[in-house]
Nanobody, 126 residues
Framework: QVQLVESGGGLVQAGGSLRLSCAAS????????MGWFRQAPGKEREFVAT????????YYADSVKGRFTISRDNAKNTVYLQMNTLKPEDTSVYYC???????????????????WGQGTQVTVSS
């Protein structure tokens, strides 16, 4: 089992940047594929990005491709989401999620992930 805690959210102007962090408990972090999702009020949870256990492969939603970067540091039990050129439509609660093992194609459905953090709010003003 793994516990996840997100941080780094906040209020930023359009065009700005934020870096989210997700710290995981336990000694088996490198056994989990990791993902970032987001959910705006009244909307379903939406896939943002995912990475395999080693961090060597990544996959992004079209809406964030070229602007967001997912990365991980297995020595620090942490996964990151660097968000650049933020837009008002990126405003959401952002969640990190963990899935045991690697799968191909990379998982993008929330139902494919087993553990979730509590979320961190990102607000982008226009």
């Amino acid at each position: 089992q793994v516990q996840l805690v997100e941080s780094g959210g906040g209020l930023v102007q359009a065009g700005g940047s934020l870096r989210l962090s997700c710290a995981a408990s336990g000694r088996t972090f490198s056994s989990y594929a990791m993902g970032w999702f987001r959910q705006a009020p009244g909307k379903e949870r939406e896939f943002v990005a995912t990475t395999v256990r080693s961090g060597g492969s990544t996959y992004y939603a079209d809406s964030v491709k070229g602007r967001f970067t997912i990365s991980r540091d297995n020595a620090k039990n942490t996964v990151y989401l660097q968000m650049n050129t933020l837009k008002p439509e990126d405003t959401s609660v952002y969640y990190c999620a963990a899935r045991w093992g690697d799968n191909w194609p990379l998982p993008t459905n929330p139902n494919q992930f087993h553990y979730w953090g509590q979320g961190t709010q990102v607000t982008v003003s226009s």
